[in-house]
C-alpha cells in the first residue's frame, strides 16, 4: 500500500500514518528520516502520539506534530 503522505520537511522525509483501535477511534503515527552524507541516516519512529475520531485529523495532527518537531531540533 502506498503512502500518499509522505513528503519532505527541511531535510526529513515525514511519513504520517494512522492505525485504527479497538475502540474506532484512530492513533497518529509517524516516521522521520534524515539522510546523511555518508548514506547513513537517522530515523525516528512515533507511535500513538493522540487519537482521534477520524483518521484524516489522525494524518493532519501527525504532519503538524513532525513540523513542530524538526523545527524545535534543526
Same mark, same amino acid.
Given at each position: ?12 522525509? /515525514? ?11 484512530f492513533? *497518529?503515527?509517524?516516521?522521520?528520516? !534524515? ?12 507511535? /500513538?502520539l ?11 495532527? *501527525?504532519?503538524?506534530?513532525?513540523k !513542530? ?6
Open positions: 500500500m502506498q503512502n500518499l503522505h509522505i513528503h519532505h520537511y527541511n531535510g526529513y522525509q /515525514v511519513v504520517p500514518s494512522a492505525h485504527r483501535l479497538p475502540d474506532g477511534s492513533a *497518529s503515527n509517524l516516521l522521520l528520516e !534524515r539522510k546523511s552524507g555518508t548514506n547513513k541516516g537517522n530515523r525516528y519512529q512515533f507511535h /500513538v493522540d487519537c482521534f475520531k477520524d483518521e484524516a485529523q489522525a494524518l493532519i495532527h *501527525s504532519c503538524k506534530w513532525a !513542530r518537531w524538526v523545527d524545535t531540533r534543526g
